[in-house]
């Protein structure tokens, strides 16, 4: 399968505090279309250094790719990936002990030969898009999605709630190690979208209002401007996102020749 993408957008901004504790990779003026590993990390912690752990795992995380990654990545390699950069907290915070308690959470989009990768820990989300209709979004490892799945609360109550920020899942220390959900997707067309954010983003938009805005224009760019306008508006929470636009996909010369050379062989 070979999956063509055109220019991703990406930003990463403030919103209503005084520092940014998301970190995002690679960084927008560095885009370009022959990308294809993206990452979006929101700090856990605050006075623990948040704004370092995510940065820290976008680091170590994209040096075990760069280093070990052969063909396309395996559930076992992203696990490794993950435990690496655990290591690599431990080494941080043995280096400065007031960094105690640093967590992030993690996504990631790898775009492959075998189609898109996702995976990730914590409540920053992935989506995928088409026409404006959302065909998958990562599932929040979170506290109130957990009473939400048990009926305590319904996603509208979730959606002010005071313990919406509360996560299950982290990227943190390797003796509290961290399992990322992972998930391939081959069903892709010209036109789809991937869409990783963080969290300050879903304080202002819902997915109903995320879809909304996806089907209202046919450009990344476009689509970044209006999500910014709403969130530079009204958001108290630092805002990161990516948009992955997929512009072409075909399946590999290989793989036809390998079904054609099937077919034949039964005739």
């Known amino acids: ?86 290591i690599r907290f431990d080494d941080y915070v043995k ?5 105690t308690g640093m967590a992030t959470t993690f996504t990631m989009v790898y775009i492959g030969s ?31 999605n957990s009473w939400i799945k048990l009926g305590k609360i319904t996603p509208e109550e979730a959606q002010h709630h005071p313990q919406k920020h509360v996560i299950l899942k982290a990227i943190q220390r390797s003796d509290r190690p961290a399992e990322p959900d992972i998930a391939r997707i081959r069903d892709l067309e010209s036109g789809d979208y991937l869409f990783m954010c963080s969290d300050g983003v879903l304080e202002q938009l819902t997915d109903k209002q995320l879809a909304k805005i996806f089907a209202a224009h046919s450009c990344a760019e476009d689509i970044k401007n209006e999500i910014v306008s709403v969130c530079h508006s009204g958001s108290r929470d630092n ?8 512009q072409q996909v075909t399946e590999s010369p290989n793989l036809k ?10 005739v």
Not at 239 to 246: D, G
């Open 239 to 246: 805002y990161s996102f990516y948009i992955i636009p997929v």
């Open 95 to 99: 280096q400065h002990p007031e960094s």
């Open 1 to 86: 399968m070979n999956i063509t993408i055109g220019k991703p957008c990406a930003v990463s901004e403030t919103g209503g505090r005084l520092n940014n504790e998301d970190t995002i990779f690679p960084q927008p003026e560095t885009l370009d279309s022959q990308q294809s590993l993206f990452l979006v990390c929101d700090g856990v912690g605050g006075a623990e250094k948040g704004e370092i752990a995510s940065s820290l795992a976008c680091e170590a995380f994209n040096n075990y790719f760069t280093t070990f990654l052969s063909g396309n990545p395996t559930d076992v390699f992203i696990q490794k990936a993950i435990q690496y950069t655990e």
């Open 257 to 266: 020749q390998n079904i054609l050379s099937l077919l034949y062989s039964f």
């Open 114 to 144: 075998n189609g898109i990768t996702l995976a990730h820990i914590g409540d920053t989300r992935i989506y995928h898009i088409r026409k404006g209709e959302i065909l998958f979004r990562t599932e929040d490892h979170s506290l109130l």
